[in-house]
């Protein structure tokens, strides 16, 4: 483990784990850590070694010096450069691979398309990105959105209660509403919601753009997603799919909680 100092950024701290030879940069889902990965221990985690980043307002990475003003206009995209030259500064200039699982796919393509002549392979297991989430477009890009999501988050029984409404009617299923309602459970935790959502909203990597570049790099390109994921479907992320020329793409019997044992022994159980 260790931390990078990002320039106009703060310190992004990083796990390091697996015992392969190839490294992967890997950025996790919300309410989780760098550390997420680490139940992958007999397929991804034999091939590679794997640098996990905390995503901000997540584990031990620390925002420095901005405001709730510039957190909430959000981190601009041409900032995410920023973490692998900072990684190059410790580990030198080299060859690597992405992976990325939920919100964290962005920050993976966003490499991908900042830096095709060095990646290897990219790796995206239920990935947010990859289409328009109106879910989430409307909570941090739509005025009416915006001033619903800051009342929810200063509120100590809205965000609880719709919870427990978007359970009901099938949008999150049971783990998803276990993980989200320990997440908005106390006032610190609904803050960091909100700053995270609003902090990443502008990391939307260009599509078009990631899939001619994966097409003219060779680069491998692995998809993973779950049969019953409401959030982020592979339905959704047919488009995209269809621009590539050789994707290797799964879809396992699980929800949108993907990244655990039953997929670790899938991976290696393949053909």
């Not at 966003?110 to 109106?134: F, H, N, Q, R, T």
């Not at 989430?136 to 009416?144: G, M, S």
């Not at 998809?223 to 799964?250: C, R, T, W």
Request: with cysteine; net charge positive; charged share 20%.
């Amino acid at each position: 483990m260790g931390f990078l100092d990002i320039p106009g950024l703060g310190k992004a701290h990083y796990h390091e784990y697996g015992s392969g030879a190839k490294p992967l940069l890997a950025f996790h889902g919300y309410g989780m850590t760098g550390k997420q990965f680490h139940v992958l221990e007999e397929s991804i985690l034999k091939e590679y070694h794997v640098y996990g980043f905390d995503h901000f307002f997540h584990g031990e990475s620390k925002l420095s010096g901005w405001t709730e003003a510039q957190i909430i206009a959000g981190m601009p995209k041409a900032m995410v450069k920023a973490y692998i030259e900072a990684w190059f500064k410790v580990h030198g200039r080299q060859r690597f691979s992405v992976m990325g699982y939920s919100i964290g796919a962005n920050i993976a393509l966003i490499l991908l398309e900042e830096y095709p002549d060095l990646v290897d392979e990219v790796i995206l297991m239920a990935p947010d990105g990859l289409s328009v989430y109106k879910g989430f477009d409307f909570l941090t890009n739509k005025p009416v959105g915006r001033l619903f999501f800051k009342t929810v988050t200063k509120s100590k029984w809205l965000a609880p209660r719709l919870i427990k409404a978007l359970k009901k009617v099938g949008f999150i299923d049971e783990s998803l509403f276990h993980i989200a309602y320990n997440e908005i459970d106390t006032e610190q935790k609904r803050q960091d919601v909100y700053y995270t959502l609003n902090l990443i909203r502008l990391l939307k990597p260009d599509t078009a753009k990631v899939a001619k570049l994966i097409n003219q790099h060779h680069i491998k390109c692995r998809l993973i997603f779950g049969k019953s994921d409401n959030l982020f479907p592979m339905k959704a992320a047919v488009p995209f799919i269809q621009m590539l020329n050789q994707p290797e793409v799964h879809e396992v019997a699980l929800g949108h909680w993907l990244v655990v044992k039953q997929l670790d022994e899938y991976l290696v159980n393949l053909p």
